[in-house]
């Protein structure tokens, strides 16, 4: 075996140096943080572990492959290492258990790692995972959702079968034949080649069935379901009282709304189009962006529409675009995106999963019975799928603001200087799983929009202003400017 050269916070025993280094620990100068494993580093001996795990992988267990449920990442999950190779006993480090197992050395295809080390390539890892019976091993949701994975990549087809020819040509080596028909079944309805009854799962069933659908973004929208399930309610009734109050409030609903997504006039300009129909003459589809929302928002009997079914969800999401969008015939009013979307990093859901994923997401939040929560869902899963090719983000506050209007709860303004919350809060909980802030985010402007007197301009203006609701969101965080809630007066 080649000589390791480990990072120098991390030392190895040998025959020659084991009296050094124990006489070391003795003195001090060394800890001791596995069995034949040192360090000189003060630092957290689970970080020093993360920073060294290849050359310690290399050190207690060469030539290893790592596959199993590590297999897919090359990475520990949970705190466990899986790797196959000729050593049984387990090694417990901090933070760390390396789990090994008898099998076969690297084949054709295995990846290399530092020091010597394998990673399992995607045709043997799932072939090693496939039978797998202990927690060591992926289940079959986890197994097919990795297949459904595969075939919703670009050119998914060609890879899949590429993964099946790959995944035969090894299967005899690693003795894995049985695996193999299991995988070349699972492909095979993945390519609607083979009955769906093939399938364990939902996600895979769907695809066999020729109604695919995003299963990263369900299970992201099952998340966000089981997070709101557990919150307590929270109302806040629109009282009749304050109907006067809440005059005005569809048109800053509208105003606001196309402000967040880029559509900027001022306030005069915005009322000159909605109340006098004042179209400027050099930005008439600009215009026709804010009269289109206004006309969503502004009718009671059309914000008191909420879906029951996902039939209901997928007609009130083309009705709302169409009549929000009919301006912009290059945006496909009506009809969901024929064309991949993607906002920075974010890349949305591909346009033939669309429909499925809204149905799909739909279900996924049906549980839900208190109004903000469903307000909040069906936000959340309009905005991650983003079926239109513009849009997007107005009709999501729609279905937001219908879902608590019906319930007759307080609807929610989002204002200039909180755009960027606003969007970070989005942002958090589509790359991070990160609910409560998107959640703390629509409450507090829920709370803000309560207190707010839209009964004229001037009452509206003035509260506006007062709470810095119109500054500029990137000069407001240069200044430490915030939002702040409106001073109710008695």
């Known amino acids: 075996m080649p000589r390791l050269d480990p990072a120098p916070e991390i030392l190895f025993a040998d025959p020659d140096n084991r009296f050094a280094l124990s006489a070391a620990v003795a003195r001090g100068s060394l800890r001791r943080i596995g069995r034949g494993i040192y360090t000189r580093s003060l630092d957290d001996p689970a970080a020093i572990v993360r920073r060294n795990l290849w050359a310690i992988v290399a050190h207690t267990f060469p030539g290893a492959v790592v596959s199993d449920r590590c297999g897919r990442q090359h990475s520990p999950e949970d705190g466990v290492l899986t790797v196959i190779h000729r050593r049984k006993r387990p090694v417990g480090l901090p933070g760390l258990t390396i789990l090994p197992r008898p099998g076969h050395g690297p084949v054709t295809g295995d990846i290399p790692l530092p020091f010597g080390v394998w990673g399992a390539s995607p045709e043997r890892a799932i072939l090693d995972n496939i039978g797998g019976t202990s927690t060591r091993y992926l289940d079959d949701a986890a197994i097919e959702g990795w297949i459904v994975d595969f075939a919703a990549q670009r050119n998914g087809a060609a890879r899949l079968n590429d993964l099946r020819d790959r995944a035969r040509q090894i299967a005899p080596a690693l003795g894995r034949e049985r695996a193999f028909l299991r995988l070349d079944a699972l492909i095979a309805a993945a390519l609607t080649t083979a009955p769906a009854t093939v399938a364990q799962t939902p996600v895979l069933r769907a695809w066999a069935e020729g109604t695919p659908y995003d299963r990263v973004r369900i299970e ?63 930005r008439p589809k600009d215009a026709h962006d804010i009269l289109g929302t206004y006309r969503l928002v502004s009718d009671e009997s059309e914000m008191r529409r909420v879906p029951e079914t996902a039939d209901g969800l997928v007609e009130l999401l083309l009705h709302r675009h169409a009549v929000m969008l009919d301006a912009r015939p290059e945006a496909n009013p009506g009809r969901f995106k024929d064309r991949a979307n993607q906002v920075g990093s974010t890349l949305f859901v591909a346009p033939d999963l669309v429909e499925a994923t809204l149905r799909a997401g739909f279900d996924a939040g049906r549980a839900l019975v208190d109004p903000f929560a469903r307000a909040v869902f069906l936000m959340f899963l309009v905005a991650e799928v983003h079926p239109f090719t513009d849009g997007n983000g107005r009709i999501a506050r729609v279905m937001m603001n219908a879902e608590l209007a019906a319930a007759g709860q307080v609807r929610i303004i989002v204002p200039t200087v909180y755009r960027l919350n606003y969007l970070a809060a989005l942002k958090g909980a589509t790359h991070n799983n990160a609910f409560g802030p998107l959640t703390a985010t629509l409450r507090f402007v829920q709370r803000y929009t309560a207190r707010l007197d839209l009964s004229d301009r001037a009452s509206a203006e003035r509260d506006l202003a007062r709470t810095n609701a119109l500054r500029d969101p990137n000069e407001a965080d240069d200044y430490g400017v915030r939002l702040v809630l409106p001073t109710v007066e008695g």
């Open 220 to 282: 992201r929208f099952e998340s966000l379901a089981a997070f709101l399930a557990d919150l307590a309610p929270e109302p806040l009734p629109a009282l009749p009282a304050d109907i006067a109050r809440r005059a005005l409030l569809p048109f800053y609903e509208a105003y606001f709304s196309n402000y967040i997504e880029g559509t900027e006039f001022t306030l005069n300009e915005a009322a000159a189009i909605v109340f006098d129909a004042a179209v400027p003459a050099n």
